[in-house]
């Protein structure tokens, strides 16, 4: 009686959720998508062949309309075995030439792609970085071109200091660099930087899927070759985004026009560092980078306000669907703001996915739901499948499938029994406490994403975040949206619209404030177990991409992948990719011991954030390629040492392995190749020897040239 019992209700769970079968598309697609990028060797050909076999024998089969058991058998290596696929596909389907060794200086031309200010540093000199494509060398002079070919990545990125820009020959004066111009420079280049830890980003591979080649520095002034003409829409655009931050900055004072600059059309280059250190240690840096959550406060914010306002309008309403109207012209609004932005790489990636909700509610369909996510998920991983390892691939969907899965385990509940009509200040409290309750399911769902890979969490931010996308939602954004329409249209004759937008920029600051007074509040996380965040996206998405009560059985998994977050699992030696830095961490005392204080300043900075470390102390070693023995001939194992090569499953963190090749691998890394594996992956537990001590004190003495130094 009991199974009779158990058969008929597991029958009716399966029949409810049949239909969301589809949402797990996305997520076999991406399995295949993270075996291809964590294969340890490129995979063979024949691998490839076989898989691509596969995927013709499932469609073959599903042609027929098996049972529902057989198709989800069958669907699962399918889409598991295209996402394998796919990948592979961008990775050899015309890859970019790779620098792998210091070269030049050359010359070479190219056209500029895009251009932005770096940070300024008090006393040194401005700073622009450039992206060049099209890039072709140029022989030098008194050669002929036929006999001096120099074969160079299609994309370089460069840096250029404002006094090498080009000149006007007659006056002397500075061309301003726009997108479109083409430029010949003398330049030095540089390969790519090796990933420094493996739990850092993968600057290599990133670069790669860009088509990025290399990166390098200008060495004289830039001669300009042509200028895109005054009519062309690049042209227009850069004398619109320029004009608009400059009239930001005039408009407002010093600190807030450079936040609302930074929020309008993407220039964080006038950010004073107190404003960036505020908001970075108070976990609002989110804030300031346009992102999804910009492209749907203001796709949101007008949609809401051209529906109602066309719903006043009584021949309006009553002859056109006024709700179609506004969620085409929010979609435009979202377009011109994804291009005043500057279009980066995330802000293309959030608008891909609202357009797909604005497309959605023009086709009548419901605006926010997981099959759209689904949908837009689908679409980026097979245009862009090595974001799928990125943070911010991974930050953007974690908050829009929380608010959902919020929404429908406990807003929809809400209207399930209608209630009486509710007086205003009824209703203006349950927009406020559903508000609060979304901004509560993003925070809940990104701040695993957010310890994995920052390897920080500031319990102030978290409440901070909680009043400042509300913040953002109902005030900053539709305030920007109204200023800039209000001084488009020639208002500021009667009073500056975008003044409007300085009290809310002042509130935002004041809760940064805040919530960055105390830094203890923000401790440092050092890396955890490999299976700590596997386990919370599989609780997450079992929690949330299932309708019935077995979505609550994804809560003990979510619950330990979340505790095991925070167990430390941190390596004890160190090694970057060019084999000259190298680390080793003091488990006892929390001490980084590095080889150099000036070699890789941003490695050691990554290395500390890895590891937890409170105090970073210099050793005056020689700065050669030092190999596995060495290290541990220098610091003998202590209790716990676990020492293996920097490979999934291993616990040692040597990059640069010889054995490890892929496209986006440098070809020539100078580690020793003769480095061997220890013959066991663990070293003997043993104390630490009497004369460790000792050794480190010897040590220590040659810190003359390299003095060691604290981390707060």
């Not at 063979?44 to 013709?56: E, K, N, P």
């Not at 245009?383 to 799928?388: C, D, K």
């Not at 399930?416 to 409290?429: A, N, Q």
């Not at 970057?576 to 070699?599: E, K």
Request: with cysteine.
């Amino acid at each position: 009686m009991i199974l009779k019992k158990t058969l008929i209700a597991s029958c009716k769970i399966a029949q409810k959720e049949c239909d969301r079968l589809v949402l797990w598309a996305p997520v076999c697609l991406g399995q295949g998508i993270f075996s291809y990028l964590s294969w340890l060797n490129e995979p063979h050909l024949f691998l490839c062949g076989a898989l691509s076999t596969l995927i013709l024998l499932c469609a073959a089969l599903l042609i027929k309309k098996p049972d529902l058991p057989i198709r989800i058998f069958l669907w699962s290596p399918l889409l598991w075995s295209l996402g394998f696929l796919v990948t592979a596909l961008h990775t050899h389907l015309d890859p970019p030439l790779m620098v792998h060794r210091l070269t030049g200086p050359l010359s070479l031309q190219g056209t500029i792609q895009h251009i932005e200010r770096l940070p300024e540093e008090d006393g040194k000199e401005a700073l622009f970085r450039i992206l060049l494509e099209d890039v072709k060398g140029l022989a030098p002079k008194g050669h002929k071109e036929d006999l001096y070919s120099v074969k160079l990545p299609r994309k370089i990125r460069l840096r250029i200091r404002e006094k090498d820009f080009p000149k006007h020959t007659a006056s002397q004066e500075k061309i301003q660099l726009t997108p479109g111009a083409t430029v010949q420079a003398r330049v030095l280049l540089f390969p790519l930087p090796e990933t420094p830890s493996l739990f850092g980003p993968h600057l290599r591979r990133t670069a790669f899927f860009q088509g990025i080649g290399a990166r390098g520095m200008v060495l004289s002034p830039l001669r300009m070759v042509s200028i895109p003409l005054e009519s062309s829409f690049v042209s227009r655009l850069a004398r619109i985004r320029q004009s608009l931050t400059d009239h930001l900055l005039k408009s407002l004072p010093t600190p807030y026009g450079a936040i609302a600059s930074a929020l309008i059309t993407g220039e964080t280059a006038a950010l004073p560092s107190n404003i960036r250190l505020i908001f970075s240690t108070s976990g609002l840096a989110h804030v300031l980078a346009i992102s999804g959550l910009h492209l749907a406060i203001v796709a949101g914010f007008v949609f809401f306000v051209l529906e109602r306002g066309l719903a006043l309008i009584p021949s309006l309403a009553l002859r056109f669907p006024v709700r179609k109207i506004a969620a085409l012209l929010a979609l435009g609004v979202s377009a011109t703001y994804l291009v005043l932005s500057g279009a980066a790489v995330p802000a293309r990636r959030a608008f891909l996915m609202t357009a797909i909700t604005l497309t959605g509610l023009i086709l009548d369909r419901p605006a926010v739901t997981l099959r759209l996510l689904a949908v837009s998920a689908t679409v980026i991983l097979c245009l862009t499948p090595a974001v799928l390892l990125g943070a911010s691939f991974q930050l953007s969907f974690a908050a829009v499938v929380g608010l959902i899965a919020s929404h429908e385990i406990f807003v929809s509940r809400w209207h399930k029994h209608p209630r009486e009509k509710s007086s205003i200040f009824g209703s203006l409290v349950s927009s406020l406490s559903r508000s609060f309750l979304s901004s509560t399911a993003a925070t809940l769902a990104t701040t695993p994403f957010t310890v994995y890979f920052f390897h920080s969490i500031s319990w102030q931010g978290i409440f901070a975040n909680l009043i400042a996308i509300p913040l953002m939602t109902f005030i900053v954004m539709p305030s920007a949206v109204l200023g800039i329409l209000w001084s488009s249209l020639g208002g500021d004759c009667w009073f500056d619209g975008l003044s409007l937008l300085e009290k809310p920029l002042q509130w935002l600051v004041l809760i940064a404030e805040k919530a960055s007074q105390d830094p203890e509040n923000r401790p440092m996380i050092p890396v955890c177990k490999d299976w700590a965040l596997p386990c919370v996206i599989w609780g997450g998405l079992w929690l949330a991409l299932w309708c019935t009560r077995i979505r609550f059985l994804g809560l003990p998994l979510m619950m330990m992948g979340f505790i095991g977050l925070f167990i430390p699992h941190v390596p004890t030696y160190w090694k970057d990719g060019s084999g000259t830095l190298w680390g080793f961490f003091d488990h006892r005392t929390q001490t980084l011991w590095v080889s150099s204080a000036r070699r890789g300043r941003w490695t050691q900075d990554l290395w500390i954030q890895t590891s937890g470390a409170k105090k970073v102390k210099i050793l005056g070693i020689p700065q050669s390629p030092i190999s596995l023995r060495e290290i541990q001939n220098l610091f003998p194992p202590q209790q716990g040492a676990q020492c293996a090569w920097g490979q999934p499953g291993k616990n040692l963190l040597i990059q640069g392995s010889p054995e490890n090749k892929r496209p986006w691998d440098l070809s020539d890394t100078r580690t020793p190749g003769n480095l061997k594996f220890p013959k066991s992956q663990n070293v003997q537990e043993e104390p630490y020897p009497k004369s460790f001590e000792t050794r480190i004190k010897r040590e220590s003495r040659h810190e003359t040239k390299d003095p060691p130094h604290e981390h707060p």
